[in-house]
């Protein structure tokens, strides 16, 4: 009996202890869960050109007390230059120049992720956060700078964009799909004219090759507004008025509720889906 006694605290410690690692492995599984849930999905982003013209642009040719203007360093050539010479006598860029910076520039920035864009982060001070590189010196002390500010909310406010390998998997199908009592999209939308945004099955082909769906995917944006499902007409004409849609689509109508999975489908590629 008494070493049975003995025994028993021992026998309650092994207890306790297994309880606890439960209780932490669950704990574990739930902060993985909650995680997952609230993970934002795969989306495709894009910056936006007008407010990088208008707002971004200006930054790299302001004068700095102590430092070079960005655009003195960064038009050299070589694997650190974005931006185009300037030409003699001007102070700023055409058109062209602009696109072409624009289209440079984006390999500093991850779209919607400021803290992650060397943009940002090299020319911060390393006490803002910053990164310790930079040999044109730091030029924004605090990521209260406007400067900074104006940068972040670029980067941050980056457009939804739709995607080609989605549209071309899991959307494109969809304007094939044979429809009891009314005709197949491609029917009617591959005629020509102002409704027109498919090409044409060749005789006898079930499908498009990947530059006829190229072709598709470059037309059908202008009857989407990316990340705005509930504003894009691909979505709202063929659903029925009694689940939110239009009252036009000479075709019919398709879905009879945004719970059907090819409306599902169409979202998740409005609002920036990717494949996995």
Known sequence: ???????????????????????????????????????????SLTL???QYRETIEPIFLNRRPGNARCVVCHSRGGGNSF?????????SYDEEQSFRNFARIQRLVVPGRPLESVLLMNPLTEEAGGSHWHAGGKHWESQDDPEWQRLAAWVDNSAVAVDFDF????????????????????????????????????????????EQSFRNFERIQRLVVPA???????LMNP???????????????????????EWQTLVAWVTGQTLP
Request: with cysteine.
């Open 48 to 50: 936006d050109y007008s």
């Open 228 to 234: 705005e499902p509930l504003e894009s007409v691909l």
């Open 1 to 43: 009996m008494k070493q049975g006694i003995r025994q028993m605290p021992r026998y309650i410690s092994y207890w306790a202890i297994g309880v606890v690692l439960f209780a932490v492995g669950l704990f574990w599984m739930s902060a993985q869960a909650l995680v997952a849930q609230s993970a934002p999905s795969e989306q």
């Open 167 to 210: 549209y071309r998997a899991r959307v494109e199908p969809i304007f094939l799909h044979r429809r009891p009592g009314n005709a197949r999209c491609v029917v009617c939308h591959s005629r020509g004219g102002g409704n027109s945004f498919l090409e044409p099955l060749a005789p006898g082909s079930t499908g498009y090759d990947e």
């Open 83 to 91: 931006l185009e010479p300037l030409a003699p006598g001007r102070d």
């Open 239 to 261: 659903l029925t008025e009694e689940a939110g849609g239009s009252h036009w689509h000479a075709g019919g109508k398709h879905w009879d509720s945004r719970d059907d999975p």
